[in-house]
């Protein structure tokens, strides 16, 4: 996110080109960089193609989503990644990454850290699963099936992108109508000790197991600690999703930061709990 003016250049990827073909472990998708992200979810389930549909409206373009290692409802990109292609900025040169090169982690990979603004990249190469299994494990999603009368064990791919379509619609606001950079936070993890510390206190504390850890629902947190619908000034906090930081009245990007500084530093008082932030901040 921008916290000032950008003092420097800034060029949009708008590369083009998208094939998606059958292969003997189901299918393959070559995307470039400047593709849509939601579209080619679309574009594969409109087909009967499974494996993207969890990941359906998240805003952005193809190329961005190694980055950040976008993830929604149980599904990771690293989880249908295969390669990328991208170009050297001091050099101009082209270079392949495989799954192992880009060092993913829960929203995180090397071009957030070692390789930060080193490298554009220019295409990015998935694989979908020929024996493709619906995830629907959190109850969102399970709540949504159950309404619509869906068969909860066998949903398609479409229903169930449209499930997360609804959703994400119904609870986040358009960047295009109210300007925000989505999620703003990392679900915290935390061992064990720290979770049934916090569920003793909290019984409603919304968590899942990662590995011998706990992955906390950030949202809940701010919600919890009484900062959804807050408003400061120009920015604030969204009314249907605390995890969410707006900024409707166009205020300095640093008006944003020193509320999530504030928020962070609130969550860390009442819960023990470290919140850290999803976006990369510029300048």
């Keep these: 996110m921008l916290t000032d003016d950008f003092p420097g250049l800034v060029i949009q990827v708008d590369l083009r080109g998208l094939l998606i073909e059958p292969n003997s472990q189901g299918h393959t998708i ?9 579209q080619l979810v679309m574009a594969t389930v409109n087909s009967g193609i499974g494996g993207l549909e969890n990941l359906a409206l998240i805003p952005g373009k193809i190329g961005a989503a190694p980055i950040q290692n976008i993830g929604a ?23 392949d990454f495989t799954k192992d090169d880009c060092g993913f982690a829960y929203r995180d990979s090397v071009f957030k850290g070692r390789l930060r603004d080193q490298y554009i990249i220019t295409q990015v190469n998935l694989q979908l699963p020929q024996d493709w299994q619906p995830r629907v ?4 999603l399970r709540q949504y099936i159950s309404q619509h009368n869906w068969d909860a064990n066998h949903p398609t791919p ?10 994400r619609s119904n609870k986040l606001p358009l960047p ?6 989505g999620s703003f936070f990392k679900n915290p993890v935390v061992d064990t000790d720290l979770y049934q510390s916090l569920k003793a206190e909290h019984p409603d ?6 590995g011998e850890d706990w992955k906390l629902a950030a949202g809940w947190l701010i919600d919890r600690a009484g900062w959804r619908g807050l408003r400061r000034s120009a920015v604030g906090v969204h009314e249907r999703q605390a995890l969410v930081l707006i900024n409707p009245g166009r205020g300095a990007g640093r008006e944003l930061v020193q509320l999530a500084q504030d928020i962070a530093a609130d969550i860390h008082s009442k819960f023990g709990v470290s919140l850290e932030p999803e976006p990369r901040f510029y300048p």
């Design 73 to 95: 409802y149980g599904i990771e990109l690293c989880d249908r990644f295969t390669s990328l292609q991208a170009m050297e900025v001091a050099t101009g040169e082209l270079h």
């Design 158 to 167: 479409t229903q169930i992108a449209q499930a997360v379509t609804d959703i």
């Design 137 to 140: 494990d959190y109850p969102a």
């Design 176 to 181: 295009t109508e109210i300007p925000n950079a």
């Design 30 to 38: 070559e995307a470039a960089a400047g593709e849509n992200w939601h």
């Design 205 to 210: 504390l919304v968590a899942f197991a990662a």
